[in-house]
C-alpha cells in the first residue's frame, strides 16, 4: 500500500478491535473516505492484514497492538496516536468479548475481566483523549448490545458491560456542554463475525439472520459524518430487519 505522510489537517480516528469484523470493515471504510486511523487490537498481525486492504491511495495507518483490559496503557495509547498523527478526532470503542456463562457461574473474576475489556477500558480511552476531542469538536461512537435493552440468555457479564458502555455515551453528552463533542450508541444484535461463530453455529444462527460488519460499519460512519445528529447521546437498536432513518 502507499505510505502517505500524516497531514495535520486531516481527521484522525481511533479504532479498537480494528483486526478484524466490525472493526476491520470500520476502518477500511474510513480509509476509503479519507481518514487516518489508528488501529488498535490484541493481535499485530490481524491489524497489519486489515491495513494490507486499505486502498492504495488511503493514509497508512498506526498499528497498536494492545490490550483495553490493561486500561492503564490506555493513555500512552493515546500519546502515542496524538505524537504519530498530532490529533485526535474520533474514538470509536468497537472491540469487545462476550463470555457465555450461566448467572451460577458467574464470578468475580469473570465480571472483571468483561468489565474492564468492554468498559473500563474504552472509557479511560475516552478520558485520555478527552482534550483533544474538545479541542477538535471530535466523536465518539460506542458499539454497544441489544443485550443492554433485552438481554441475551447466559450473557450476564456481557450485557452488564454493554450496559455501562451505553453509560458512558450519556456521560460523555453530560459534560460535553458547548464543546461540540458528539456522542452515539449503537445497538446491534447479531453480528456475523468471528465472535459470533465462536458462540454459536450457523446452524443453530442462521447466517441470514445476522447483520454484517459492513452494516454496522456504514452505520459508524453515518454517526461520525452528522447524518444521525438526532440520536446523539441515545441507544439505536440495530437488528437485521431494521429500517435505518434516511
Request: proline content about 7%.
Amino acid at each position: 500500500m502507499n505510505a502517505k505522510p500524516p497531514e495535520s489537517n486531516a481527521k484522525v480516528a481511533v479504532i479498537t478491535g480494528a483486526g478484524s469484523g466490525v472493526g476491520r470493515a470500520t476502518a477500511i471504510l474510513l480509509a476509503e473516505a479519507g481518514w487516518h486511523a489508528a488501529l488498535l487490537g490484541r493481535t499485530e498481525s490481524k491489524l497489519r492484514s486489515t491495513a494490507a486492504d486499505f486502498p492504495e491511495s488511503a493514509p497508512s495507518p498506526l498499528v497498536i497492538e494492545c490490550d483495553l483490559g490493561q486500561a492503564d496503557e490506555m493513555p500512552a495509547v493515546i500519546r502515542r496516536i496524538i505524537g504519530h498523527f498530532g490529533r485526535v478526532d474520533a474514538i470509536l470503542n468497537i472491540a469487545g468479548v462476550a463470555p457465555q456463562f450461566p448467572i451460577a457461574d458467574t464470578d468475580a473474576s469473570l465480571m472483571r475481566s468483561t468489565l474492564d475489556q468492554n468498559l473500563v477500558g474504552p472509557t479511560v480511552l475516552v478520558a485520555a483523549a478527552w482534550p483533544e476531542l474538545v479541542k477538535r469538536r471530535g466523536v465518539v461512537v460506542n458499539v454497544s448490545s441489544m443485550s443492554s435493552i433485552d438481554p441475551f440468555h447466559h450473557f450476564t457479564a456481557y450485557a452488564a458491560s454493554k450496559s455501562g458502555l451505553d453509560s458512558l455515551t450519556r456521560s460523555i453528552m453530560a459534560e460535553a456542554a458547548d464543546s461540540g463533542v458528539r456522542a452515539f450508541t449503537l445497538n446491534p444484535g447479531a453480528i456475523e463475525t468471528p465472535l459470533l461463530r465462536s458462540l454459536v453455529d450457523e446452524k443453530t444462527f442462521p447466517t441470514e439472520l445476522a447483520l454484517t460488519p459492513h452494516a454496522v460499519a456504514e452505520e459508524i460512519l453515518s454517526c461520525i459524518e452528522g447524518s444521525r445528529d438526532h440520536r446523539i447521546g441515545q441507544p439505536f437498536p440495530m437488528l437485521v430487519d431494521h429500517d435505518r432513518p434516511e
